[in-house]
């Protein structure tokens, strides 16, 4: 039987049961789901997009929301404020991509598929998310949890991104595309898990072609680099001295000034970002930077600082350095 032969057999099976399944086991009461506003939604899928779920719907998506309740009023921000409330998310471009899009559509974002990819950093998929999930119209989306579901599901060893979206698209369900969308992406995220896959209670078992889940659809791990970084510590009247930095990876987040070694460091601890393991040493700094910015160690929630300098202030306090 052909590959497309195949899938087009399957899809009215499959359609009624997933959503079966999804009424019963979905995750309904994820905060995103409750709404359709496409602010809404596109915050979500953004902060979504390298952020475990619990710590989205338990802290940043609220407060994010609360502090910025529309586009407008993320328009009207400061690009600090929307820096600082991100700090410890990582991969602080999808911040300054928020903003971005804020001020480009301040009374609200477009409705079609190509004028959203046309936004700072929206994607195939996240215009797609926000067409399905808050304009419902009928296109597929195909996150993480969905592409390694339908290769396993249809024995896809390596599909190209456009073969997925060609399957996905077969796929949906013509009348609740929304709903499928959601089932597709909650199956693959509860079920359908990349390591141990629960197919004992998987709904579309008895249609899976995968005879060993684990050879479809693992993401290749990238092999984190190991990296040595030095940086100065410098104390004036209860104010610490940062830098802001002009890097890609941290761009406008505010950091340690760095250094060069010259003495035993005050601290030395570890931490993982992105494709890195960094190894970080703080010294001592006597003269600090002519460029610092002073920021007051009492109200540090109000600064837009990388995860990387709070774990380092937090362990200066513990040696009460600070
Ligand atoms: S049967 Fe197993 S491998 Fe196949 S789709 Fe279901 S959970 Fe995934």
């Given at each position: 039987m052909s590959y497309s032969k195949s899938i087009t057999s399957s899809i009215r099976q499959l359609g009624k049961r997933l959503l079966e399944w999804y009424e019963a086991n979905?995750?309904?009461?994820?905060?995103?789901?409750?709404?359709?506003?496409p602010y809404r939604v596109y915050i979500s899928e953004i902060m979504l997009q390298q952020t475990q779920v619990e710590r989205v719907r338990s802290h940043y998506y609220p407060a994010f929301l609360a502090k910025f309740p529309t586009l407008s009023a993320l328009a009207k921000a400061p690009l600090d404020e929307v820096l600082a409330l991100w700090?410890?998310?990582?991969?602080?471009q999808r911040a300054r991509n928020l903003h971005k899009t804020a001020l480009l559509c301040p009374d609200g974002l477009p409705k079609s598929l190509e004028e959203l990819k046309k936004?700072?950093?929206?994607?195939d998929y996240t215009a797609a998310a926000i067409c399905s999930?808050?304009?419902?119209?009928?296109i597929a989306v195909v996150d993480t949890n969905i592409k390694r579901l339908l290769s396993r599901l249809f024995a896809?060893?390596?599909?190209?991104p456009s073969k997925l979206w060609h399957v996905a698209s077969q796929l949906l369900?013509?009348?609740r595309p929304r709903d499928h969308n959601l089932a597709l992406m909650d199956l693959g995220a509860l079920?359908?898990?990349?390591?141990?896959?629960k197919c004992e209670v998987c709904p579309l078992a008895h249609l899976?072609?995968?005879?060993?889940?684990?050879?479809?659809?693992q993401n290749k791990r990238q092999k984190r680099k190991e990296t040595t970084l030095h940086f100065g510590i410098s104390i004036q009247d209860g104010k610490l001295a940062m830098v802001r930095s002009q890097?890609?990876?941290?761009?406008g987040m505010l950091l340690f000034p760095p250094v060069s070694p010259t003495s035993e460091p005050l601290v030395t601890y570890r931490h993982s970002y992105t494709r890195y393991n960094l190894t970080i040493h703080l010294h001592s700094l006597p003269s600090p930077p002519q460029n610092a910015v002073w920021i007051d160690i009492q109200r540090l929630q109000e600064y837009p600082l990388a995860s990387l300098a709070t774990k380092g202030i937090a362990l200066l306090r513990q040696k009460l350095v600070l």
């Open positions: 979905g995750r309904h009461d994820l905060p995103w789901r409750q709404s359709r506003d700090s410890g998310l990582g991969y602080y936004l700072p950093g929206i994607g999930f808050a304009y419902d119209q009928p896809l060893s390596s599909p190209t369900h013509p009348k079920v359908c898990t990349a390591q141990n896959p899976c072609q995968a005879e060993d889940p684990l050879l479809f659809g890097k890609r990876l941290y761009e």
